[in-house]
């Protein structure tokens, strides 16, 4: 998964150097998820004010828990 979504567009575009692997030195860009967890979407749970969405009560697969990017958590559940 992480080559097919990171590393091979990072091929495409060129810069297979500097993004879309984890390495000592490399931007750390990433998303921790649990593929399998189901959950439904509850509109009134989002951050932003926008709460229309065709998927509000809708089950759906692949809870994120931690997003990490340059470094720095920018959301945590």
């Known amino acids: 998964l992480a080559e097919c979504m990171s590393h091979n567009?990072?091929?495409v575009l060129g810069m297979a150097d500097e993004i879309?692997?984890?390495?000592?030195?490399a931007m750390a860009d990433i998303v921790i998820t649990d593929p399998n967890?189901?959950?439904v979407i509850q509109?009134?749970?989002f951050f932003?004010?926008?709460r229309n969405t065709p998927f509000g009560g809708k089950q759906v697969y692949g809870?994120?828990?931690v997003t990490i990017?340059?470094?720095?958590?920018?959301?945590?559940r």
């Open 37 to 39: 967890e189901a959950y």
């Open 48 to 50: 932003t004010k926008g």
């Open 9 to 11: 567009p990072a091929k």
């Open 20 to 25: 879309g692997h984890l390495a000592k030195g």
């Open 43 to 45: 509109p009134e749970e």
């Open 63 to 65: 809870r994120v828990y």
């Open 69 to 76: 990017c340059g470094g720095a958590v920018t959301y945590e």
